[in-house]
């Protein structure tokens, strides 16, 4: 069984995902600094492996729902609508953790990741391609 993570054991049923809200206070809402453009940098990392799986950007009202649902909630700039990951592909965030930056310009989401992966291609990070490889 070498290589199987917990959810591809034979017999053995994959834990149950919860999504656990995360209460913030207006003070730590109101440090985050929105670019221009309204979003900030959200890097989602691999709770467990600290694996990072992608980055994305959210608003005010993305950070709103992630906070909410304990799910990732992040803004389309290509398709300028909300997006929660998982929800057509099936690969899932559960959120564990989110932070702050010392400038409040960026996010750090800690999730487990459910499914295939984190990126739109099937691959499990979005950083599988590397310079002189």
Known sequence: ????????????AAPARVATPIDASAEQLAAVRY????LVTAVVQEATTREVLMVAHMDAEALRRTLASGRTWFWSRSREQYWCKGETSGDR???RRVAYDCDGDAL?????????????????????????G
């Open 35 to 38: 670019g221009p453009d309204g």
């Open 93 to 95: 965030q559960w959120v």
């Open 1 to 12: 069984m070498s290589g199987a993570g917990p959810e591809q054991v034979v017999g053995i």
């Open 108 to 132: 750090l989401v800690e999730v487990d990741q459910d499914g295939g992966g984190a990126c739109h291609t099937g691959e499990r990070t979005c950083f599988f391609r590397e310079f002189g």
